[in-house]
């Protein structure tokens, strides 16, 4: 069967930058050396500043793969009066094939285009420079912050690239973040161990009105069985759950799921997040989903933070929902809250994530970002 | 000098400025091929123009270099439908506004909008981006409601509230027919309630609770939310240490029920 990749795009630029790479090799394998359109420069360079909800749907829609000349490599810096874990971001390209209604990147990113690097070698060699001096320390990375870490992978292969570069350093993670289920690439590869393959997950009933181009619920879980089955580690993301009339049956059915098809022992992190966005974000959500949309819809309030959140009392209720469901099942889950107040985490666990024994070593502040030698920066 | 009779000018960029050009000035024009366009002094009726020579985008935005929200929206319409979309684009883009689908939208919809609204927006100093909700609504209903906003007495921020949570309620169909505008912030909390009635509702039954509770004397307690948090605002005056030593023996008491009637249910 044909990708539904090979269609998506109505422009495939490649900077001669890229002229070489094996990315560019690929990519004219891929929708064929005619749909290449060879740039000089960025395309679409009149759009400047922030996108319009219409630029932004055409971002969606217009390949760019290019030679990146800044740092790859970035701490994630967490977000104000939320508790953090410690997490890099190692970025190999921005924006995403996916359409969902929540998405932070419709408040983030500024580019008109949908932008893969071509050169990962680099990126591999600021990896390799940290693991110099940190090779020891328990970092994590994702490549899943400002785009899906698999979506693409069936063009890129950056995945094959990156596990072959994690079994140098088996003590840090690397995690893939994704709502497809391409997994397929890398399933037959040998690694070290140390790659966490995680999905975003929600009830099948949210995917359909929110998540669009993404893979259903049970193509998410089956991939995330395959991986498991061939030693990957395997990690979901109840998150960002979004309020509405069913959410105990479907949320309830969702863990139900998830409890049939996976121990404790084989999931080590289950995070859970609720609704949240930059209050601008707003103006292109409505545009691009209309009010039909359970987020836009949605009764959300300013919160401390700066973001828009449900009232604190139905995140309470939601996250307490999630908990006491995994654990009417077996206090082994290892549940906790991404992105969330210190009000949260008490009402839930009655402590704070660096007070949650299992959870500790996720929160254990590392040495500073100037210390490890990397950029502090990214998104949240 | 180049001079032209204003009899001779076409009046189609008249956008309405807020502030006439002052009878001391000669109204300016600018040619466009065989056509000389009226760009200030539109209430002249006789007497010569100044023609003016270069681009007209860029006179235009040398001649307007601040121009409020309702007063862009109608350049741009006037300046569109006369000239073309590309010379309103390229002066659009001399205002730090790039004509995306959605913009043209709003202006448009800006434009059309009742001229006591348009007045209204523009005495507020509401910019643009503060209007965008407008686009997710339609119909008469609409105009009505803009006109009673700008007779209301509402500020600026109450009114951009306002017209949001409106807009929104029309787009979700659930927009009430008739709001007490001479009030705003009655207002505003009503249509807040209606926009978020679930939230909404729980905090109506929390100080209703609130109220069956025993508090001690002299103790004044409401719900009050605060962005995403709500919670109990209490309010008591000391003036003794003995005081003190009341009010907290009181407010021991009221814990029980308030752990029993409203923590554990809210």
């Excluded at chain 1, 679409?44 to 500043?49: F, H, I, P, R, W």
């Excluded at chain 1, 601008?280 to 209309?290: K, L, N, P, T, V």
Aim: aromatic residues 8%.
């Amino acid at each position: 069967m044909e990708s539904p990749l090979k269609n998506h795009f109505e422009r495939v630029y490649v900077h001669e930058s890229a002229r070489g790479s094996r990315l560019a090799a690929r990519a004219a394998e891929f929708f064929g050396a005619a749909r290449i359109e060879w740039v000089s420069e960025r395309p679409l360079a009149a759009v400047q500043g922030a996108l319009s909800p219409s630029e932004f749907e055409r971002s969606k829609r217009q390949l760019f793969i290019t030679r990146f000349e800044g740092a790859f490599f970035k701490q994630c810096p967490g977000a104000q009066n939320v508790a953090c874990c410690n997490y890099f971001v190692l970025n190999l390209g921005q924006q995403c094939n996916m359409n969902c209604s929540y998405c932070y990147l419709q408040s983030y990113l500024n580019s008109p285009l949908l932008t893969l690097y071509s050169n990962i070698e680099d990126a591999l060699q600021e990896l390799a420079a940290m693991r110099e001096r940190h090779a020891d320390l328990p970092i994590r990375i994702g490549t899943g912050e400002v785009m899906d870490s698999l979506s693409l992978d069936e063009l890129t292969r950056h995945s094959v690239d990156l596990i072959e570069f994690f079994k140098t350093v088996p003590k840090w993670k690397l995690e893939f973040k994704t709502k497809s289920d391409n997994v397929g690439q890398f399933l037959d590869r040998s690694h070290a161990g140390n790659v966490f393959v995680s999905w975003s997950i929600n009830p099948q009933y949210v995917i359909s009105r929110e998540e669009h181009g993404t893979a259903t619920l049970e193509r998410r879980l089956v991939a995330a069985r395959q991986c498991a089955d061939r030693g990957f580690k395997i990690a979901f993301h109840i998150d960002p759950m979004i309020w509405h009339p069913e959410w105990r049956e479907n949320y309830g059915a969702l863990i139900d799921r998830l409890m049939e098809l996976f121990t404790p022992d084989e999931l080590p992190q289950i995070s859970v997040g609720a609704l949240r966005f930059q209050p601008d974000q707003r103006h292109m959500m409505r545009a691009r989903f209309g009010m039909e949309s359970l987020v836009t819809s949605g009764e959300l309030f300013l919160s401390r933070d700066g973001k828009l959140r449900y009232d604190q009392a139905t995140r309470n209720e939601m996250f307490k929902f999630v908990v006491e469901r995994f654990r009417a099942n077996s206090p082994l889950w290892k549940v906790w809250l991404c992105m969330e107040s210190p009000e949260s985490w008490l009402s839930t666990f009655e402590s704070t994530p660096r007070n949650v024994k299992e959870l500790e070593p996720l929160f254990r502040p590392l040495p500073n970002p100037k210390a490890l030698g990397v950029a502090h920066g990214g998104l949240r | 000098m180049v001079l032209i009779p204003v009899s001779q000018c076409a009046k189609s960029l008249d956008f309405g400025p807020s502030k006439p050009l002052p009878q001391a000035l000669p109204p300016f024009a600018v040619r466009d091929g065989e056509r000389a366009f009226l760009v200030s002094g539109f209430d002249r009726t006789d007497g010569d123009a100044v023609v003016l020579v270069g681009q007209i985008h860029e006179l235009l935005s040398a001649l307007y270099p601040s121009l409020t929200a309702p007063e862009t929206a109608r350049l741009a319409q006037q300046l569109g439908e006369s000239l073309g979309f590309e010379l309103r684009d390229a002066w659009l883009s001399l205002q730090g506004l790039r004509a995306s689908d959605e913009l043209v939208s709003l202006l448009a919809k800006v434009a059309s909008s009742p001229r006591l609204f348009q007045d209204w927006v523009a005495a507020k100093g509401i910019s643009l981006r503060e209007l965008t909700a407008l686009t997710l609504a339609s119909g008469p209903a609409v105009d009505g409601f803009c006109i009673d906003l700008a007779r209301s007495p509402a500020s600026k921020a109450q009114g951009v509230a306002i017209l949001e949570l409106w807009c929104e309620l029309a787009a979700m169909k659930t927009a009430p027919a008739a709001v007490q505008l001479s009030n705003p912030e009655a207002a505003l909390k009503e249509l807040q309630a209606l926009r978020s009635p679930r939230t909404s509702a729980r905090d109506t039954e929390a100080a209703a609770r609130l109220k069956t509770i025993a508090w001690p004397a002299h103790t004044q307690a409401r719900w009050v939310r605060q962005g995403d948090q709500a919670g109990i605002e209490i309010k008591f005056h000391l003036y003794s240490e003995l005081d003190l030593e009341r009010q907290l023996q009181g407010l021991t008491k009221v814990r029980e029920h308030l752990s029993k009637d409203l923590w554990n249910r809210h």
